[in-house]
């Protein structure tokens, strides 16, 4: 199981990007994909995350309304796309997979055992 992430960059607040997740290794569909962010200073944080087979999401309410987790199947890889964004959104963001977590564990980052290796966003106001 392999992730690898992509799409990061400097914008300016208000601004707009679209991470990739490309997953090797396994099919993304029988999968739960999240994504977490680590700012400077802070542990890593829960963003989004979308299910395996249902294919349902959630979102940290501070990205609710603006960030979009997504998923082709044909090209086994799972988006964010994130818009409005702004100053505290900066970060690295990881993607990262699991075909056992549970419900009731789905945002915590220790119930995942795959990992990509980081993508930096950073905005400026």
């Known amino acids: 199981v392999q992730l690898q992430a992509s799409g990061g960059g400097a914008v300016h607040a208000g601004g707009s990007l679209r991470l990739s997740c490309a997953a090797s290794?396994?099919?993304?569909?029988?999968?739960?994909v999240a994504w977490f962010r680590q700012a400077p200073g802070k542990e890593r944080e829960f963003v989004a995350v979308?299910?395996?087979?249902?294919?349902?999401?959630q979102y940290a309410d501070s990205v609710k309304g603006r960030f979009t987790i997504s998923r082709d199947n044909t090209e086994n890889t799972v988006y964010l796309q994130m818009n409005s964004l702004n100053p505290e959104d900066t970060a690295i963001y990881y993607c990262a997979a699991s075909n056992t977590v549970i419900l009731s564990n789905i945002r915590n980052r220790s119930a995942y055992n795959s990992w990509g290796q980081g993508t930096q966003v950073t905005v400026s106001s």
């Open positions: 290794g396994f099919a993304v569909p029988r999968y739960t």
């Open positions: 979308r299910r395996g087979n249902s294919g349902a999401t």
